[in-house]
């Protein structure tokens, strides 16, 4: 078996941390990192000094607020968070219902803000949270305006299902994404849970390229789909202005 560099271990302690799995003894972190006792030990030892894993009062590690200054840094986190929150706020005003901003990474979407009020539609997500791009509508919106190879890659690949309405049709999904590049606006019905709706639409940065997708998540019962799409292509048109986008006349 090829001996693992120290990166990859370092990055293997780092990646034992998940959103299920967010508070971990030194023993947990062995197991799920696939290292041994002495070697996590080391490791977790030096991220622990530097900042990257911090160690409670029971002896259990949390990722480290040393991590959470770097990823601030990062243009597709924070930075847009912030430049996009104005415009998420005032959908959320005009809906009242849940409003996310979401990017993709690779074959997934990685949501990065999220706005929600006490009577709106529960939802499996939350910031940091990862899902395939094919069954939420920011995502169908991500993968719509993604390079055709990744879209052929994406289609022609096995699609999770979670609900009886989840698309798993390469020929309907590929329908789906040219609607979406049609319409400017992406809809994900029950496709998570059978009670959700989503109307999403693609962000632009400077260059015109598709950077990020913002969405608002309704009942099914009382999506109004029509009335939804101008508010969230309003939205995200005034994210991609702030970004820098010049739209020239063309739909965004």
Known sequence: MTSRSAPDRLLAVLAAFDHTHAALSLTDISRRAGLTLTTAHRLVGALTEWGALERD??????VGLRLWEIAALAPRGLVLRQVAL???EDLYEA???NVQLA??????VVYTEWLSGRSAVGVHIRVGARWPLHVTGVGLALLAHADLELQEAYCARPLASYTAHTVTDPGQLRRMLAEVRRTGVAVSSRQVTEDALSVAAPVRGPGGAVVAAVSVVVPHADAAVPVLAPAVRLAARGISRALGWQPEGRPG
């Open 57 to 62: 009062a029971s002896g259990v590690y949390h």
């Open 86 to 88: 104005p415009y998420l």
């Open 95 to 97: 809906t009242h219902e």
């Open 103 to 108: 990017v993709r990474d690779g074959s997934e």
